[in-house]
Nanobody, 120 residues
Framework: QVQLVESGGGLVQAGGSLRLSCAAS????????MGWYRQAPGKQRELVAT???????DYADSVKGRFTISRDNAKNTVYLQMDNLKAEDTADYYC??????????????WGQGTQVTVSS
């Protein structure tokens, strides 16, 4: 059974930094794109950043220049370094991975979410 487990959320003051991690475990044949999404209270889930297995990245305009996504393919882990955090970054952050499990079709998997709260 494939699982994505996030860690690293918490409470931070505006201007501070946090680093999120997400590790995929289980019988995994290959992972394509990994990414981070977030959902603030009363709002729809939105894309934050994605990274392909070759290292190409994409960011939401609202986080460009402040957030950095990276991955360690050997560890099936994706990271999100968040700097210069703002109150509007407050949300639940979800890890996503498009992967081929050891059996079954390729599809998207999601983590359980980790809360990020930025105090102003």
């Amino acid at each position: 059974q494939v699982q994505l487990v996030e860690s690293g959320g918490g409470l931070v003051q505006a201007g501070g930094s946090l680093r999120l991690s997400c590790a995929a475990s289980g019988r995994i044949f290959s992972i394509n794109t990994m990414g981070w999404y977030r959902q603030a209270p009363g709002k729809q889930r939105e894309l934050v950043a994605t990274i392909t297995n070759s290292g190409s990245t994409d960011y939401a305009d609202s986080v460009k220049g402040r957030f950095t996504i990276s991955r360690d393919n050997a560890k099936n882990t994706v990271y999100l370094q968040m700097d210069n955090l703002k109150a509007e970054d407050t949300a639940d952050y979800y890890c996503n991975a498009n992967l081929q499990p050891g059996w079954g079709p390729r599809r998207d998997y999601w983590g359980q979410g980790t809360q990020v709260t930025v105090s102003s």
